[in-house]
C-alpha cells in the first residue's frame, strides 16, 4: 500500500510542507511544544470555537493531509491517541471538584471522549464511512496503522486516513514529570544526544498530530509504499527483540544488508536507550542509524512523526542535518526500518521502501 | 480472509449479576440492576439512580485475582474475561497467536479522580498509584498480564460503540491470519466523571429508565464488562465444546451529523445496520431478534427507531433494549450485549424491554415486554451507537 | 443586555463576535447565530452560576433562548421572583 499524502503538526516547522526540516527548531527545558498554524480557512469556525489545542491540531493535520491527497470523503478514518484529550479531561475534572460535582458545563467532557477527533474530522468532511479510535498507550499509532492497513487489503477501503495525535498540558506534564519521565536541570532538545543525555535518566516531552493517507493504488505524487508493520509486547531481553525483528524481515523476504536505514527511537533515558546500544552491537552492527526524538520530543504516538520522517525522507531524496546521518552519501535512501519501543513495554517495527 | 470466526465462550458481570448464570436467571426473571447508589460515592447519590455492580472493590477484587487498589474498570474486566476464558474451554491458550482487545471509555478514571482531589490542592500531592493507570489502554494492560496474553493487546474507545468496534475488530486480526484467538469485548466502571457528563447534557433519568417509550426521561448509567473468545475455524475444529455461534456480520458508520446527538433519520444507525446485514449475506427479515441500543434518551430512541423502520418495514423482527436492566454501560455496553444477544441464539430466549407502558407514537412497531422462553433465534442483531456519531452493529448467528 | 451578550460570548467562545454584533432579538440557535443543544446546555448554566436562576425543564430552553432579549426579560421575571 501507498502512502500518498501527509499532514504534521509538530514541535518542528512540519506543517504546510515547507523545506523538509532545513531550519530545526531549539528548545530549552524538557517540554517541546507543537508549532500551531493559523487555523483559519482549515477549519469551519462554527467547529473551532469549541475545539481545544489538540483537536485543532488532529484536524488541521488532517485536512492538510487529506488536501494533499485530493480526497474530499476518505473510505475510512482511524485515530491513535494514547492520552486523548488530556485539556478538556484536566477542565472538567479541575471544574467537578472546585464545583464539588455541581455547575458543570458540557462541553469539555464532550470534548474528552477519545474518539472526538476523528469524530469531528467525520462531521466537518460529511463523511458516514468507518470511523474508529485506538487508545492503546505506545500501541496506539501502531493499532490504527494496522486497522487501515487490514481495511485497504480486504477491500473494504480504497484509501483511508490514519492518524495520531497525542497533547502535553501542564497537567499532564506536572504529573509525568513527577514519576520521573523527564529530565531536569538545563536541558534541550539539541543536546539530547550529546553531552547533557549521556547516562542520565529521562527524556523531553512532546506531542504532535500526523496524518497519512493510506491507498491501494500507487498515484504520482505517492510518498513511499508501506511495506509491512509489526508491534510485540513486553518482550523478556534483547534476544526476544532481535527474535522480532529477524522474523519481521524474514516475513518480508528481505535482510538487514537491503536496508539502507534504521530510524530508531533513542529518547535520552539511559535505560531506554540501552536497546538501542545492545543492538548496535548486534543485530544493527552494520547498519546506518538515525534518531528523531530530538526533534518531537517522547510521546506514546512518537512514531507516527518517524513514519513522517521516513516517508519524506524518500520522497525528497534529502538527508536533513539535523538527522546527522553517518552512512554513504552516494548511496540513494531507498528503503527505511523504523524501530521504536516506548518505555519497553510497546515496540514495533515499521517498513518503508522507495515506490 | 473468507473463512468464518466463530464464538467460542461468553463472559460478562453487570448489576444483575456477577456471571453469565446470574444474569441468566436476573433476565428471566424481570430483575433489573438499577438502584440508589450503594457502592459509588458521589454528591448526586440520593438523586440519580444507577445501576452497578453489587460488589465493592475488595469482593471484586477477590473475585478477579488483582488487588483492590487498582481501578475497578479492571477488576471488572478481569473477572468478565477470565469467565469468558473458562467457558471457552481452550487448553492450550499459550500455544495458540491470542489477542485481547478490551474497549473502556474512561481508563482509571475512578482513580484518578481521587488523585486529582489532592493534586488540584498542590501539584506535588497526590498518590502516583492513583493515576498511572489513567490511560485507557492500562486498563488492557493490567488483565491481559494477569490472562497471560500478549501477542497481540490494543484498546478502542468510541465512546458507547466501543466494545462493538473491539469485537469486530478482533474478529479481522483472525480474519486477516494474525491471530486464532481473540478475547474481545470492553469493561467501564461508574465514575463521577462520566455521571456528572452525562448531567451536564440532561439525558439522565432520576427515574428507572423507559427505553422506547413515549413518556422516556433518559438514560441511567450502568457499570459492567463483558467479553466473548473468537475463534479461527482450525481452533474451533479442536475445541471439545463446539462453538455453535459465529460473528456473520459487523458494520461501523459515521452520522456525521453532531457531537453528540443523532440525526433525526438515524442515518449513522441505518447504514450501520444495512452494512452489518451486507457484509452477513442476510436480508432483514432474516434477522429473529435486534438488541436495541436504545438508552432511554429522547434522541437515541427516535432517531434509532426511525433507522429500524426504514430499514425493516413492514416485517419487523422482535426487539429490546436490555439497558432497562443493566444500565447504560458505555464502553461495557456493546460486550455485555454481544453476549446476550449470544445467549439469545445458544438459549432460544428474549428478553423484555422493562418498565415499556406506551408505545411511541412515531414508530409503528413495539419491543418485546415478556421474556421468550422456547424460541428459535438464528440470527441476531446488535446495535451500540456512541458520541461522535459512532455507530456499529453485529450480527451473530447460529451455526 | 450588554453584560448579558458579553457572558454569552465568553461561555461560549465565540471569538470572532463583539457584543454589538448580537443584536437584542436577533435569533441565537440555527438561523441566527448558529448555536446548537450544547450551547442551550451551557446557556443554562450560566443562568444558574450568574443569576443563580435554575431552568429545571430542558423544554424551555427553546423559548428562554430564543433571543438575548427574551433571555434578558426571563432574568428580569425570575430575579424579581426570588426577591
Known amino acids: 500500500m501507498y502512502i500518498r499524502a501527509t499532514g504534521n503538526i509538530s514541535p518542528q516547522k512540519t506543517f504546510g510542507h515547507p523545506p523538509f526540516l532545513s531550519e530545526p527548531v531549539e528548545y530549552s527545558g524538557n517540554r517541546l511544544a507543537c508549532i500551531e498554524p493559523d487555523y483559519k480557512g482549515l477549519i469551519d469556525a462554527k467547529l473551532i470555537r469549541r475545539m481545544s489545542r489538540i483537536i485543532r491540531m488532529g484536524v488541521a493535520a488532517a485536512m492538510e493531509c487529506l488536501q494533499e491527497a485530493g480526497v474530499t470523503k476518505p473510505d475510512a478514518i482511524v485515530t491513535g491517541t494514547a492520552y486523548g484529550c488530556m485539556e478538556d479531561t484536566g477542565l472538567f475534572l479541575t471544574r467537578m471538584v472546585e464545583f464539588n460535582e455541581e455547575l458543570l458545563t458540557p462541553t469539555a467532557f464532550i470534548q474528552s471522549t477519545h474518539n472526538t477527533i476523528g469524530a469531528q474530522i467525520g462531521l466537518l468532511l460529511q463523511c458516514n464511512n468507518y470511523n474508529n479510535a485506538f487508545v492503546h498507550r505506545g500501541f496506539s499509532f501502531e493499532s490504527a496503522l494496522l486497522d487501515g492497513m487490514m481495511l485497504l487489503k480486504e477491500k473494504e477501503a480504497t484509501n483511508v486516513l490514519v492518524g495520531a495525535i497525542d497533547e502535553i498540558t501542564n497537567i499532564s506534564h506536572a504529573i509525568l514529570n513527577r514519576m520521573g519521565l523527564y529530565k531536569q536541570g538545563q536541558v534541550s532538545n539539541g543536546e539530547l544526544f550529546k553531552t547533557i543525555g549521556i547516562g542520565t535518566k529521562g527524556t523531553i516531552a512532546g506531542e504532535g498530530a500526523s496524518f497519512f493517507l493510506l491507498a491501494n493504488e500507487p498515484s504520482a505524487t505517492d510518498y513511499a509504499k508501506l511495506e509491512g508493520l509489526k508491534t510485540f509486547y513486553k518482550p523478556q531481553g534483547i534476544e526476544e527483540i532481535e527474535a522480532h525483528i529477524s522474523s519481521f524481515l524474514a516475513a518480508q523476504s528481505i535482510g538487514l544488508d537491503e536496508i539502507d536505514l534504521i530510524i530508531t527511537g533513542k529518547n535520552g533515558d539511559a535505560k531506554s536507550d540501552e536497546i538501542f546500544a545492545q543492538l548496535q552491537h548486534r543485530i544493527f552492527s552494520r547498519s546506518n542509524l538515525v534518531n528523531y526524538k530530538n526533534l518531537c520530543g517522547e510521546y506514546p504516538t512518537a512514531t507516527a512523526f518517524a513514519l513522517w520522517l521516513a516517508a519524506n525522507i524518500i520522497k525528497s531524496e534529502t538527508m536533513p542535518t539535523v538527522l546527522e546521518y553517518t552512512g554513504p552519501k552516494e548511496k540513494p535512501i531507498k528503503r527505511i526500518l523504523i524501530y521504536d519501543h516506548y518505555q519497553s513495554v510497546h515496540h514495533s517495527l515499521l517498513l518503508i521502501s522507495a515506490c | 480472509m473468507n473463512d468464518p470466526v466463530f464464538v467460542a465462550g461468553t463472559g460478562i458481570i453487570s448489576a444483575i449479576g456477577n456471571n453469565t448464570a446470574e444474569c441468566l436467571d436476573a433476565l428471566e426473571n424481570s430483575r433489573a440492576g438499577i438502584d440508589n447508589m450503594q457502592y459509588f460515592d458521589s454528591v448526586h447519590r440520593q438523586k440519580i439512580p444507577v445501576a452497578e455492580v453489587k460488589l465493592d472493590n475488595v469482593a471484586l477484587a477477590k473475585l478477579s485475582g488483582l488487588a483492590n487498589t487498582k481501578s475497578r474498570t479492571a477488576l471488572l474486566s478481569l473477572v468478565a474475561a477470565k469467565e469468558a476464558i473458562s467457558n471457552a474451554g481452550i487448553k492450550n491458550i499459550a500455544a495458540l497467536r491470542t489477542g485481547f482487545i478490551s474497549a473502556n471509555s474512561v481508563g482509571g478514571m475512578d482513580k484518578t479522580e481521587k488523585f486529582f482531589a489532592e493534586f488540584l490542592s498542590n501539584n506535588q500531592r497526590g498518590k502516583l498509584r492513583d493515576v498511572v493507570h489513567h490511560e485507557c489502554g492500562s486498563i488492557t494492560e493490567l488483565v491481559a498480564d494477569q490472562l497471560g496474553i500478549k501477542d497481540y493487546v490494543t484498546t478502542i474507545s468510541t465512546a458507547c460503540s466501543s466494545s462493538a468496534n473491539a469485537i469486530f475488530f478482533g474478529a479481522r486480526l483472525i480474519k486477516n491470519n494474525i491471530l486464532d484467538v481473540v478475547v474481545a469485548g470492553g469493561t467501564d466502571a461508574l465514575t463521577k466523571f462520566t455521571l456528572n457528563g452525562f448531567n451536564t447534557l440532561m439525558i439522565l433519568d432520576e427515574q428507572f429508565c423507559q427505553p422506547f417509550d413515549e413518556n422516556r426521561r433518559g438514560l441511567n448509567l450502568g457499570e459492567g464488562a463483558g467479553y466473548i473468545v473468537l475463534v479461527s475455524e482450525k481452533v474451533a475444529a479442536f475445541l471439545s465444546k463446539k462453538p455453535t455461534v459465529k460473528l456473520s456480520g459487523w458494520c461501523n458508520a459515521n452520522d456525521a451529523y453532531h457531537q453528540t446527538a443523532s440525526s433525526p433519520d438515524g442515518n449513522g444507525s441505518f447504514l450501520a445496520m444495512s452494512g452489518a446485514l451486507k457484509k452477513s449475506g442476510l436480508l432483514p427479515q432474516d434477522i429473529d431478534y435486534i438488541n436495541l441500543h436504545g438508552t432511554g434518551t429522547q434522541n437515541n430512541d427516535i432517531a434509532e427507531g426511525t433507522a429500524i423502520k426504514r430499514l425493516f418495514d413492514p416485517q419487523y423482527p422482535r426487539m429490546s433494549s436490555t439497558k432497562a436492566f443493566t444500565g447504560h454501560t458505555l464502553g461495557a455496553s456493546g460486550g455485555i450485549e454481544a453476549v446476550f444477544s449470544i445467549l439469545a441464539i445458544q438459549q432460544g430466549i428474549i428478553y423484555p424491554n422493562l418498565r415499556l407502558q406506551t408505545p411511541m407514537k412515531e414508530l409503528p412497531f413495539m419491543p418485546v415486554t415478556d421474556f421468550i422462553k422456547n424460541t428459535n433465534v438464528k440470527h441476531v442483531l446488535s446495535n451500540s451507537f456512541g458520541f461522535g456519531g459512532n455507530c456499529s452493529s453485529l450480527i451473530f448467528s447460529k451455526l | ?83
Open chain 3, 1 to 83: 443586555m450588554l453584560d448579558l451578550k458579553t457572558q454569552i460570548i465568553a461561555q461560549l467562545n465565540l471569538q470572532d463576535l463583539k457584543p454589538e454584533d448580537i443584536a437584542n432579538d436577533q435569533p441565537l440557535f440555527v438561523e441566527g447565530l448558529g448555536l446548537d443543544s450544547i450551547d442551550a446546555l451551557e446557556l443554562i448554566v450560566l443562568l444558574q452560576q450568574s443569576y443563580k436562576i435554575k431552568l429545571s425543564n430542558a423544554d424551555d430552553g427553546p423559548k428562554v433562548f430564543r433571543s438575548v432579549r427574551t433571555m434578558a426579560e426571563y432574568i428580569t421575571a425570575h430575579q424579581a421572583q426570588n426577591v
